[in-house]
Protein backbone atom coordinates (compact mmCIF):
# COMPACT_ATOMS: atom_id res chain seq x y z
CA UNK A 1 0.00 0.00 0.00
CA UNK A 2 2.67 2.74 0.95
CA UNK A 3 5.31 1.20 -1.64
CA UNK A 4 6.48 2.80 -4.78
CA UNK A 5 5.94 0.16 -6.96
CA UNK A 6 2.22 0.49 -6.97
CA UNK A 7 3.24 4.56 -8.01
CA UNK A 8 3.98 6.08 -11.41
CA UNK A 9 5.36 9.14 -11.40
CA UNK A 10 5.55 10.53 -14.73
CA UNK A 11 4.66 14.49 -14.75
CA UNK A 12 4.86 14.28 -10.73
CA UNK A 13 7.87 16.52 -8.63
CA UNK A 14 9.01 13.79 -6.07
CA UNK A 15 10.18 15.45 -2.86
CA UNK A 16 12.50 12.52 -1.35
CA UNK A 17 13.96 12.36 2.28
CA UNK A 18 17.41 10.56 1.87
CA UNK A 19 20.10 9.98 4.26
CA UNK A 20 23.23 11.37 3.07
CA UNK A 21 25.05 11.82 6.49
CA UNK A 22 28.23 10.46 5.11
CA UNK A 23 31.77 11.03 6.44
CA UNK A 24 33.91 13.45 4.80
CA UNK A 25 37.78 14.17 5.27
CA UNK A 26 39.49 17.15 5.77
CA UNK A 27 39.07 18.44 2.25
CA UNK A 28 35.77 17.63 2.56
CA UNK A 29 35.77 14.85 0.10
CA UNK A 30 33.28 11.92 0.82
CA UNK A 31 35.30 8.61 2.29
CA UNK A 32 32.52 6.21 2.88
CA UNK A 33 29.27 6.47 -0.16
CA UNK A 34 27.64 3.77 1.25
CA UNK A 35 24.04 5.55 2.34
CA UNK A 36 24.05 7.27 -0.95
CA UNK A 37 24.23 4.25 -2.85
CA UNK A 38 21.93 2.86 -0.94
CA UNK A 39 19.70 5.75 -2.23
CA UNK A 40 19.73 4.94 -5.67
CA UNK A 41 17.54 2.16 -6.11
CA UNK A 42 14.59 4.70 -5.34
CA UNK A 43 15.75 7.40 -7.22
CA UNK A 44 16.06 5.34 -10.08
CA UNK A 45 12.60 4.10 -10.09
CA UNK A 46 11.17 7.66 -10.46
CA UNK A 47 13.76 8.64 -12.66
CA UNK A 48 12.48 5.49 -15.30
CA UNK A 49 9.23 6.43 -14.74
CA UNK A 50 9.70 10.17 -16.17
CA UNK A 51 9.52 12.01 -12.64
CA UNK A 52 11.36 15.06 -11.17
CA UNK A 53 12.86 14.45 -8.04
CA UNK A 54 14.04 16.93 -4.95
CA UNK A 55 16.51 15.17 -2.24
CA UNK A 56 16.56 16.32 1.17
CA UNK A 57 19.14 15.21 3.66
CA UNK A 58 21.07 16.11 6.51
CA UNK A 59 24.61 16.15 7.36
CA UNK A 60 26.19 16.20 10.65
CA UNK A 61 24.54 18.14 13.70
CA UNK A 62 25.58 21.81 13.03
CA UNK A 63 24.53 25.04 14.97
CA UNK A 64 22.92 27.33 12.72
CA UNK A 65 24.13 27.78 9.12
CA UNK A 66 28.15 26.46 9.13
CA UNK A 67 29.68 25.98 5.50
CA UNK A 68 31.91 22.89 6.81
CA UNK A 69 28.18 20.82 7.13
CA UNK A 70 27.18 21.69 3.63
CA UNK A 71 25.85 19.16 1.21
CA UNK A 72 28.06 20.11 -1.71
CA UNK A 73 30.45 17.68 -1.52
CA UNK A 74 27.74 15.22 -2.04
CA UNK A 75 27.12 16.24 -5.45
CA UNK A 76 30.05 14.64 -7.95
CA UNK A 77 29.69 11.49 -5.64
CA UNK A 78 25.89 11.18 -6.49
CA UNK A 79 26.47 12.88 -9.91
CA UNK A 80 28.52 10.07 -10.80
CA UNK A 81 26.11 7.11 -9.32
CA UNK A 82 23.50 8.10 -11.44
CA UNK A 83 25.51 9.65 -14.15
CA UNK A 84 23.88 12.69 -14.83
CA UNK A 85 24.32 16.21 -13.80
CA UNK A 86 22.39 17.03 -10.10
CA UNK A 87 21.20 20.78 -8.83
CA UNK A 88 22.58 22.05 -6.08
CA UNK A 89 20.78 24.24 -4.48
CA UNK A 90 23.49 26.24 -1.81
CA UNK A 91 20.96 29.35 -0.74
CA UNK A 92 19.43 28.92 2.19
CA UNK A 93 16.10 27.61 2.09
CA UNK A 94 13.86 30.33 0.67
CA UNK A 95 12.42 31.66 -2.74
CA UNK A 96 15.74 30.89 -4.94
CA UNK A 97 15.17 27.36 -3.97
CA UNK A 98 11.45 27.81 -5.13
CA UNK A 99 12.57 29.18 -8.26
CA UNK A 100 15.21 26.68 -8.95
CA UNK A 101 13.22 23.54 -8.47
CA UNK A 102 9.83 25.55 -9.97
CA UNK A 103 11.88 25.62 -13.25
CA UNK A 104 12.74 21.80 -13.01
CA UNK A 105 12.09 19.31 -15.98
CA UNK A 106 11.12 15.67 -16.33
CA UNK A 107 14.04 13.63 -14.72
CA UNK A 108 15.91 16.04 -13.54
CA UNK A 109 17.78 16.01 -9.73
CA UNK A 110 18.24 18.48 -7.44
CA UNK A 111 19.24 18.59 -3.76
CA UNK A 112 18.74 20.46 -1.51
CA UNK A 113 21.32 22.06 1.59
CA UNK A 114 21.45 20.64 4.23
CA UNK A 115 17.95 20.72 6.70
CA UNK A 116 19.55 20.73 10.21
CA UNK A 117 21.02 24.65 8.75
CA UNK A 118 17.11 25.42 9.73
CA UNK A 119 15.91 24.96 13.31
CA UNK A 120 12.67 24.21 12.41
CA UNK A 121 13.72 20.87 11.35
CA UNK A 122 14.72 19.54 14.09
CA UNK A 123 11.71 21.00 16.35
CA UNK A 124 8.96 19.47 13.96
CA UNK A 125 8.28 22.76 13.30
CA UNK A 126 4.77 22.30 10.71
CA UNK A 127 5.35 26.05 9.28
CA UNK A 128 8.91 24.79 7.94
CA UNK A 129 7.59 21.82 6.83
CA UNK A 130 4.34 22.81 5.13
CA UNK A 131 7.03 25.08 2.77
CA UNK A 132 9.13 22.20 1.90
CA UNK A 133 5.54 20.36 0.51
CA UNK A 134 4.67 22.79 -1.59
CA UNK A 135 8.07 22.20 -3.56
CA UNK A 136 6.27 18.51 -4.75
CA UNK A 137 3.54 16.58 -5.05
CA UNK A 138 4.32 13.14 -4.00
CA UNK A 139 6.86 12.57 -0.74
CA UNK A 140 8.76 9.12 -0.09
CA UNK A 141 10.92 8.66 3.17
CA UNK A 142 13.58 6.73 2.04
CA UNK A 143 15.96 7.41 5.38
CA UNK A 144 15.14 4.84 8.00
CA UNK A 145 18.01 6.13 9.83
CA UNK A 146 16.32 9.63 10.48
CA UNK A 147 13.34 7.58 11.38
CA UNK A 148 13.37 7.42 14.89
CA UNK A 149 13.37 11.40 14.74
CA UNK A 150 10.14 13.29 14.87
CA UNK A 151 11.96 15.74 12.08
CA UNK A 152 9.96 18.07 9.91
CA UNK A 153 11.19 16.18 6.71
CA UNK A 154 10.65 12.71 8.63
CA UNK A 155 7.20 12.94 10.24
CA UNK A 156 5.71 16.23 9.98
CA UNK A 157 5.58 16.67 6.69
CA UNK A 158 3.15 13.97 5.74
CA UNK A 159 0.29 15.62 7.54
CA UNK A 160 0.80 17.63 3.90
CA UNK A 161 0.86 14.67 1.73
CA UNK A 162 -2.24 13.06 2.63
CA UNK A 163 -2.91 9.81 0.45
CA UNK A 164 0.68 10.97 -1.64
CA UNK A 165 3.71 9.72 0.70
CA UNK A 166 5.46 6.52 0.44
CA UNK A 167 8.12 4.25 1.83
CA UNK A 168 11.38 4.30 -0.69
CA UNK A 169 13.04 1.16 -1.57
CA UNK A 170 15.68 1.06 1.18
CA UNK A 171 12.73 2.11 4.15
CA UNK A 172 10.43 -0.87 2.86
CA UNK A 173 13.33 -3.47 2.85
CA UNK A 174 14.81 -1.92 6.79
CA UNK A 175 10.44 -2.52 7.98
CA UNK A 176 10.85 -6.11 5.78
CA UNK A 177 13.91 -7.44 7.55
CA UNK A 178 13.05 -6.68 10.81
CA UNK A 179 9.63 -7.54 10.79
CA UNK A 180 11.20 -10.80 9.94
CA UNK A 181 13.18 -11.27 12.69
CA UNK A 182 10.65 -10.02 15.08
CA UNK A 183 7.43 -11.99 14.07
CA UNK A 184 8.51 -14.50 12.06
CA UNK A 185 11.69 -15.75 12.53
CA UNK A 186 12.83 -19.43 12.11
CA UNK A 187 13.96 -20.95 15.27
CA UNK A 188 16.41 -21.88 16.66
CA UNK A 189 16.24 -18.26 17.02
CA UNK A 190 19.97 -15.99 18.69
CA UNK A 191 20.29 -13.01 19.44
CA UNK A 192 23.77 -11.40 20.56
CA UNK A 193 23.65 -7.85 22.21
CA UNK A 194 27.11 -6.49 22.76
CA UNK A 195 28.60 -3.35 23.49
CA UNK A 196 29.67 -1.46 26.32
CA UNK A 197 26.26 -0.49 28.32
CA UNK A 198 23.35 -2.18 29.35
CA UNK A 199 21.65 1.07 29.52
CA UNK A 200 21.16 1.63 25.69
CA UNK A 201 19.89 -2.17 25.05
CA UNK A 202 17.84 -2.59 27.86
CA UNK A 203 14.77 -2.12 25.89
CA UNK A 204 15.46 -4.61 23.13
CA UNK A 205 16.54 -7.15 25.32
CA UNK A 206 13.38 -7.13 27.00
CA UNK A 207 11.22 -6.98 23.82
CA UNK A 208 13.58 -10.21 22.48
CA UNK A 209 12.97 -12.73 25.77
CA UNK A 210 9.55 -13.25 24.36
CA UNK A 211 10.77 -14.15 21.19
CA UNK A 212 14.44 -16.03 20.83
CA UNK A 213 15.63 -19.06 22.49
CA UNK A 214 19.55 -18.72 22.52
CA UNK A 215 20.67 -15.09 24.01
CA UNK A 216 24.27 -13.96 24.11
CA UNK A 217 25.64 -11.25 25.84
CA UNK A 218 29.65 -9.90 25.38
CA UNK A 219 31.11 -6.66 25.35
CA UNK A 220 31.70 -4.24 28.26
CA UNK A 221 28.02 -4.87 29.22
CA UNK A 222 28.83 -8.42 30.28
CA UNK A 223 30.67 -7.08 33.21
CA UNK A 224 27.72 -5.81 34.06
CA UNK A 225 26.01 -9.04 34.24
CA UNK A 226 29.13 -10.75 35.95
CA UNK A 227 29.20 -8.38 38.77
CA UNK A 228 25.79 -9.19 39.43
CA UNK A 229 26.64 -12.65 39.21
CA UNK A 230 29.15 -12.30 42.27
CA UNK A 231 32.24 -12.34 40.04
CA UNK A 232 35.29 -10.19 39.98
CA UNK A 233 35.48 -7.96 37.47
CA UNK A 234 38.61 -5.66 38.23
CA UNK A 235 38.44 -2.55 35.98
CA UNK A 236 36.35 -3.29 33.54
CA UNK A 237 33.58 -1.17 32.68
CA UNK A 238 30.70 -1.89 34.78
CA UNK A 239 27.02 -0.21 35.32
CA UNK A 240 26.69 -0.17 38.83
CA UNK A 241 23.05 1.28 39.00
CA UNK A 242 22.48 -1.57 36.33
CA UNK A 243 23.02 -4.72 38.93
CA UNK A 244 19.70 -5.02 40.20
CA UNK A 245 18.41 -4.86 36.21
CA UNK A 246 20.94 -7.35 35.41
CA UNK A 247 19.74 -9.74 37.87
CA UNK A 248 16.09 -9.46 36.67
CA UNK A 249 16.58 -9.79 33.28
CA UNK A 250 18.78 -13.03 34.26
CA UNK A 251 15.81 -14.19 36.43
CA UNK A 252 13.36 -13.55 33.45
CA UNK A 253 15.43 -15.88 31.24
CA UNK A 254 15.47 -18.83 33.50
CA UNK A 255 11.28 -18.51 33.74
CA UNK A 256 11.22 -18.20 30.35
CA UNK A 257 13.83 -21.14 29.23
CA UNK A 258 16.01 -19.48 27.40
CA UNK A 259 19.74 -20.19 26.82
CA UNK A 260 21.48 -17.41 28.37
CA UNK A 261 25.31 -17.10 27.28
CA UNK A 262 27.98 -15.10 29.04
CA UNK A 263 31.75 -15.10 28.29
CA UNK A 264 33.38 -18.01 30.11
CA UNK A 265 36.83 -16.38 29.71
CA UNK A 266 38.41 -12.66 28.76
CA UNK A 267 41.07 -10.71 26.94
CA UNK A 268 42.21 -8.79 29.87
CA UNK A 269 44.43 -5.65 29.81
CA UNK A 270 46.51 -3.04 32.50
CA UNK A 271 45.33 -0.68 30.42
CA UNK A 272 43.18 0.98 27.70
CA UNK A 273 45.52 0.67 24.51
CA UNK A 274 46.46 -1.59 22.20
CA UNK A 275 49.64 -1.44 23.63
CA UNK A 276 49.11 -2.61 27.11
CA UNK A 277 50.14 -5.78 28.60
CA UNK A 278 47.30 -8.28 27.94
CA UNK A 279 46.45 -12.34 29.00
CA UNK A 280 43.43 -14.13 29.48
CA UNK A 281 41.24 -15.44 32.44
CA UNK A 282 37.96 -16.80 33.37
CA UNK A 283 35.76 -13.71 32.99
CA UNK A 284 34.56 -13.90 36.91
CA UNK A 285 38.23 -13.83 38.22
CA UNK A 286 39.47 -10.42 36.37
CA UNK A 287 42.99 -9.44 37.83
CA UNK A 288 42.45 -6.07 40.41
CA UNK A 289 43.39 -3.36 38.04
CA UNK A 290 43.29 -5.01 35.01
CA UNK A 291 40.47 -4.67 32.25
CA UNK A 292 38.36 -7.34 30.27
CA UNK A 293 38.97 -5.84 26.77
CA UNK A 294 37.48 -8.99 24.72
CA UNK A 295 36.29 -12.17 24.51
CA UNK A 296 38.11 -15.07 25.09
CA UNK A 297 39.25 -18.25 23.08
CA UNK A 298 36.31 -20.48 24.83
CA UNK A 299 33.99 -18.35 24.64
CA UNK A 300 34.82 -17.76 20.53
CA UNK A 301 34.26 -21.07 20.10
CA UNK A 302 31.21 -21.58 22.47
CA UNK A 303 29.33 -18.63 20.82
CA UNK A 304 30.34 -19.71 17.54
CA UNK A 305 28.37 -23.15 18.18
CA UNK A 306 25.56 -21.74 19.05
CA UNK A 307 25.13 -19.46 16.20
CA UNK A 308 26.45 -22.57 13.82
CA UNK A 309 23.14 -24.21 14.85
CA UNK A 310 20.80 -21.08 14.45
CA UNK A 311 18.66 -20.93 11.73
CA UNK A 312 17.77 -16.61 12.82
CA UNK A 313 20.37 -14.52 14.10
CA UNK A 314 20.51 -10.86 15.02
CA UNK A 315 23.41 -9.35 16.14
CA UNK A 316 23.46 -5.64 17.58
CA UNK A 317 27.10 -4.42 19.10
CA UNK A 318 30.70 -6.10 19.32
CA UNK A 319 31.86 -8.01 21.36
CA UNK A 320 35.16 -6.22 22.33
CA UNK A 321 37.14 -3.31 21.83
CA UNK A 322 37.80 -4.33 17.84
CA UNK A 323 39.24 -0.85 17.13
CA UNK A 324 42.26 -1.88 18.52
CA UNK A 325 44.32 -5.13 17.07
CA UNK A 326 44.98 -7.01 20.15
CA UNK A 327 41.39 -7.10 21.24
CA UNK A 328 39.37 -7.91 17.88
CA UNK A 329 39.42 -11.53 17.51
CA UNK A 330 36.12 -11.87 19.75
CA UNK A 331 33.96 -9.78 17.69
CA UNK A 332 35.96 -11.45 14.63
CA UNK A 333 35.02 -14.54 15.29
CA UNK A 334 31.69 -13.87 16.03
CA UNK A 335 30.96 -11.72 12.51
CA UNK A 336 32.61 -15.35 10.66
CA UNK A 337 30.32 -17.72 12.53
CA UNK A 338 27.71 -15.76 11.57
CA UNK A 339 28.82 -15.35 7.91
CA UNK A 340 28.91 -18.87 8.06
CA UNK A 341 25.65 -20.10 9.96
CA UNK A 342 24.22 -17.73 6.38
CA UNK A 343 25.77 -19.43 3.77
CA UNK A 344 25.10 -21.93 5.33
CA UNK A 345 21.13 -21.14 4.79
CA UNK A 346 20.37 -19.36 8.43
CA UNK A 347 18.76 -15.74 7.98
CA UNK A 348 20.95 -12.90 9.37
CA UNK A 349 20.34 -9.43 10.63
CA UNK A 350 23.05 -6.95 11.78
CA UNK A 351 22.83 -3.51 12.76
CA UNK A 352 24.56 -0.58 14.69
CA UNK A 353 27.57 1.65 13.49
CA UNK A 354 29.91 -0.01 15.35
CA UNK A 355 28.88 -3.37 14.42
CA UNK A 356 28.69 -2.68 10.43
CA UNK A 357 31.86 -1.17 10.91
CA UNK A 358 33.50 -4.47 12.09
CA UNK A 359 31.82 -6.23 9.92
CA UNK A 360 33.52 -4.38 7.00
CA UNK A 361 36.59 -4.10 8.82
CA UNK A 362 36.57 -7.37 7.93
CA UNK A 363 35.38 -7.93 5.07
CA UNK A 364 31.96 -10.13 5.50
CA UNK A 365 29.47 -7.74 4.92
CA UNK A 366 28.35 -9.33 1.67
CA UNK A 367 28.02 -12.62 3.64
CA UNK A 368 25.32 -11.53 6.25
CA UNK A 369 21.50 -11.72 4.98
CA UNK A 370 20.69 -7.98 5.59
CA UNK A 371 22.75 -5.21 7.61
CA UNK A 372 20.28 -2.56 8.68
CA UNK A 373 21.47 0.83 7.75
CA UNK A 374 19.55 2.36 11.17
CA UNK A 375 21.33 2.78 14.99
CA UNK A 376 18.98 3.79 16.76
CA UNK A 377 16.24 3.47 14.51
CA UNK A 378 16.84 0.16 14.31
CA UNK A 379 17.71 -0.38 18.21
CA UNK A 380 14.27 1.54 18.88
CA UNK A 381 12.35 -0.95 15.87
CA UNK A 382 13.88 -3.58 17.86
CA UNK A 383 11.90 -2.61 21.20
CA UNK A 384 8.62 -2.53 19.86
CA UNK A 385 8.33 1.34 19.26
CA UNK A 386 6.91 3.16 16.78
CA UNK A 387 9.26 5.13 14.39
CA UNK A 388 7.79 8.75 13.67
CA UNK A 389 8.81 8.87 10.21
CA UNK A 390 7.19 5.36 9.62
CA UNK A 391 3.78 5.91 11.51
CA UNK A 392 3.50 9.48 10.26
CA UNK A 393 3.32 7.18 6.54
CA UNK A 394 1.09 4.53 8.27
CA UNK A 395 -1.41 6.36 9.48
CA UNK A 396 -4.25 8.69 7.79
CA UNK A 397 -3.91 12.18 8.89
CA UNK A 398 -6.87 14.23 9.51
CA UNK A 399 -5.31 17.62 10.87
CA UNK A 400 -6.83 20.69 9.08
CA UNK A 401 -3.06 21.32 7.93
CA UNK A 402 -3.77 18.14 5.48
CA UNK A 403 -6.11 20.08 3.47
CA UNK A 404 -3.61 21.37 1.42
CA UNK A 405 -4.49 20.64 -2.45
CA UNK A 406 -1.84 18.61 -4.66
Known sequence: MFSINNVNFKGKKTLIRVDFNVPLNDKRQVTDDTRIRESIPTITKVLNDGGTI????????????????????????LSKLLGRNIIFTPDLFGPKTFEVCGKMKACEVALMENLRFYPGEEAGDEKFAKELSLLADIYINDAFATSHRN????????????????????????????????????????????????????????NLLNKVDNLIIGGGMSFTFMEALGGKVGKSIVEHDKIDLAKNIMQEVMLKGINLYLPTDAVIANGFSNEADFTTVTSENITDGWMG????????????????????????????VFEMENFRHGTKSVAIAVAS??????FSLIGGGDTVAALNQFNLADHISYVSTGGGAMLE?????????????????TSEHAAKEK
Open 341 to 346: ATISGS
Open 54 to 77: ILMSHLGRPKGYQPDYSLEPIVPV
Open 381 to 397: YLEGKDLPGISAIRRPH
Open 151 to 206: HASVSTIAKFFKGKCYFGFLLENEIENLDRVLFSAEHPFTAIIGGAKISTKIGVIK
Open 293 to 320: LDIGPKTCRRFAEIINHSQTILWNGPLG
